[in-house]
């Protein structure tokens, strides 16, 4: 990687200049449209006065992520070897239920948990509840996927090991195999649950209350939608942001783990 | 429960029209990420200097920020900021192209470094300019190496697009719903679209598993 | 052709720094047109490193080297007229995997205007017979043995019709029982009267049919002597305790 890297450079000396003219292009384009009246116009401190509201905003959209996380993490497991090791008529259930949940839009899943499903089951859910089934469902069907490539990444000769012990079921999941896998996953999980955390923003979609949904009605009613909205553009990136890196750190201490074990 | 499925059959001219906005919107979002994105992949590539630093700050802004809220920056903050007024269609297609440009710039960008150096080195041993060495020796195994994320990124815009019916574009889901609360026959239209988003997406993701399994054969 | 006397090959004080690493130090060679030269020295010595200064795959620090007519370091163009008179072996083969056999071969004299499509295509057959694999000519690399794959190379790296072959430990990649195809392939050209630099470690084929012997370490050419000078009459510590390692 690194090294064709460098082969390369060695390609494109002349196209600087030419690159420079067309970032130029781009950037005068753009600022041709603004509006700079607008801008110098622009009053903060609407972000101050709302502090707390978005507070207790960032902290849903956080707890729905990391609820939809943990719940999806155990259901996924259970699927993972269901699909793995279960008879066959319910490792195509369990199938069709992930090729489902990962193949649609978390939006029309939003939807249809909140506007379909009562007809089915008869009980009406709040957007709340809505917004909390339909991203741990799609949560549980992603880490499914996942715990399977984790579990199946655990090399043949531990469940032979596990076997050759007399181990029983349960204990040789729980005690040899689920450890390991769940070692390999945590990368993986760190980017989807990145992924959640700004998915999570579709739910202002049914006015679940999180985040963009405060964003929105702060944003009509104070009428500074261009303060409000950049602000809370700044914090999903930051956030993102810092999850993203706590990942790689994660990804670093794990593989430096398993490089001195070996 | 009930259900009517008739009714679909009823608003056939609707759904349909739905679905060929989502198809719409996904087409011109790809085909004009494509231009911004091998434009920005392009700059990444220069490792130094302005068109650098443009594309950096802007694949990593719009990778990182949640479509919604750039859906919702663009409709609600565009008309104040900038002096042309985006209609909700154009605000679909352009926010749309923009994430589909900064994606499609990092595929692309791994896609050429994932070329090894010794094809660079064999390419400009045998005596080819360095235009030929990318015309005929590093984009096609680039783009090779991109095939599986490319379908992979037509699914994403697929899921994608159900947003802008936040803003008023008559896709899919704003169709459901307009539908849906017409009638209160929620259940049988948000499955109906349910399948067809599905039907869209299925395929695409299946190619990209594909290619990658059958690329990992080669290799192996 | 060069007149006699005057090297085809002519490096004089080249220095290579990568980063802090000094990795060639003042090092000087001539190679007379037509000359064997077999490159060794211990692993990290610089001879990659070395070759692929002379067809300009990295950028010479301090020196020049003159090749053929051209001096580098130069202009692009004169880069691209030392690349197309010099052909390049590469230890890992590097053959184009997305091209047939033919392709790769055919690739370089057509899109450099030397020569057209059925004349490089002939052209390519005969050098595919030449290193004695005319059957695999529509297959992709990959489907090929690494001997079959290298014998392919060699081919390539001779449809530009260069004066000068650079090889790069040639056979390091290959399995046993494939090592001595290409080596007898190796022996043909020189014999043809082609100039070869030839980084290889193995002593038997160097002994047979080079020239001359240079021996590198830590970035110096310490010895530059016939074969049979250079296994039983050069006293320099280092070559000593390099031939007891290898041999
Ligand atoms: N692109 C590079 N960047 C940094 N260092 C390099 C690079 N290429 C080579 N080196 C360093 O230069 C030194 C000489 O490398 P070179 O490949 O020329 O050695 P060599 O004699 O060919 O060894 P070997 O027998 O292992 O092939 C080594 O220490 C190597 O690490
Ligand atoms: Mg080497």
């Given at each position: 990687m690194l090294a064709s890297k460098k082969a390369l450079r060695q390609?494109?000396?002349?196209?600087y200049i030419i690159s420079t003219v067309i970032a130029l292009a781009v950037i005068a384009t753009v600022l041709n449209f603004v509006n700079f009246k607008a801008i110098a116009a622009l009053d903060f401190t609407v972000v101050y006065q709302y502090r707390y509201t978005f507070l207790w905003a960032i902290g849903t959209t956080l707890g729905i992520t990391s609820t939809a996380i943990v719940i999806g993490l155990i259901v996924g497991i259970v699927l993972a070897v269901l699909i793995i090791q279960g008879p066959r008529p319910v490792r195509m259930v369990v199938t069709a239920y992930v090729e489902i949940w990962r193949n649609t839009p978390l939006i029309v899943q939003l939807f249809w948990v909140h506007f379909a499903m009562p007809v089915v089951t008869g009980v009406n859910t709040t957007a709340l509840q809505s917004g909390l089934i339909a991203m741990t469902m799609q949560s549980a069907a992603y880490l499914t996927d996942i715990a399977r490539t984790g579990i199946l990444a655990v090399p043949k000769g531990q469940y032979e090991a596990a076997e050759a012990l007399g181990l029983p079921t349960w204990s040789k999941w729980v005690d040899i195999i689920l450890p390991q896998a769940l070692r390999i996953v945590i990368p993986p999980l760190a980017t989807i649950a990145v992924g959640f955390f700004k998915a999570s923003a579709i739910l202002s979609l049914l006015s679940v209350g999180e985040l963009m949904t405060q964003t929105k009605n702060i944003a009509t009613y104070t009428h500074k939608p261009i303060e409000v909205m950049t602000f809370v553009g700044l914090v999903y990136w930051a956030l993102g942001y810092s999850f993203g890196s706590l990942a790689y750190k994660l990804e670093d201490i794990l593989g430096s783990d398993q490089r001195a074990r070996r | 429960m009930n259900s009517d499925w008739s009714i679909l059959y009823q608003y056939r001219y609707e759904i349909l029209g739905g679905l060929w906005t989502t198809i719409a919107l996904v087409g011109l979002a790809l085909v004009s990420g494509y231009i911004v994105g091998a434009l920005a992949c392009c700059g990444k590539l220069m490792r130094t200097g302005p068109l650098y630093w443009l594309s950096t700050f802007y694949i990593n802004t719009f990778r990182a920020l949640p479509e919604t809220v750039l859906v919702f920056w663009i409709y609600f903050c565009g008309p104040f900021i900038f002096t042309a007024a985006p209609s909700a269609w154009q605000t679909g297609v352009i926010s749309m192209s923009l994430v589909a440009g900064a994606y499609f710039a990092e595929i692309a960008r791994a896609g050429i470094q994932s070329v090894s150096r010794g094809q660079w080195e064999a390419a400009r041993a045998v005596g080819l300019s360095e235009f030929w060495v990318w015309i005929d020796v590093i984009i096609p195994q680039a783009v090779r190496a991109m095939l599986p994320s490319s379908a992979l990124l037509v699914t994403q815009l697929v899921k994608m697009s159900g947003l802008v019916s936040a803003i008023g574009v008559t896709e899919l889901i704003y169709q459901a719903q307009t539908l849906g609360s017409l009638s209160f026959r929620y259940f049988e239209f948000f499955t109906a679209v349910a399948v067809l988003y599905f039907i869209l997406i299925f395929p695409f993701s299946m190619a990209s598993r594909f290619i990658e399994a059958h690329m990992r054969q080669q290799i192996g | 052709m060069s007149p006699i006397g005057k090297p085809i090959v002519d490096a004089r004080g080249i220095n290579k720094s990568f980063n802090t690493a000094h990795?060639?130090?003042n090092v000087d060679l001539k190679v007379n047109a037509g000359e064997v030269v077999c490159i060794v020295g211990p692993s990290g010595s610089g001879k990659s490193t070395f070759l692929r200064l002379i067809n300009g795959l990295e950028d010479i620090d301090g020196g020049q080297i003159e090749v053929g007519e051209t001096t580098l370091p130069g202009a692009p163009k004169e880069l691209l007229s030392v690349r197309r008179n010099v052909g390049m072996v590469f230890q890992n083969f590097n053959l184009f995997p997305h091209l047939t056999v033919l392709e790769n071969l055919t690739l370089s004299p057509r899109r450099t205007g030397r020569m057209n499509r059925s004349g490089a295509e002939n052209k390519a057959r005969e050098l595919l017979k030449r290193v004695g694999i005319s059957e695999q000519s529509s297959k992709y690399p990959s489907q090929l043995s690494g001997g079959q794959q290298q014998r392919v190379a060699i081919a390539r790296a001779l449809a530009m019709e260069p004066q000068i072959l650079l090889f790069d430990?040639?056979?390091?990649?290959?399995d046993p029982e494939n090592v001595n195809e290409v080596l007898n392939v190796m022996k043909e050209l020189a014999s043809s009267g082609i100039t070869m630099i030839v980084v290889t470690h193995e002593m038997g084929f160097a002994r047979e049919v080079a020239d001359r012997i240079v021996f590198m370490a830590d970035g110096q050419l310490l010895v530059d002597a016939s074969p049979s000078q250079f296994f039983e009459h050069v006293e320099d510590e280092r070559l000593r305790s390099f031939l007891s390692k290898i041999l």
């Open positions: 390609s494109l000396p002349w196209s | - | 990795v060639l130090k430990e040639p056979t390091s990649a290959l």
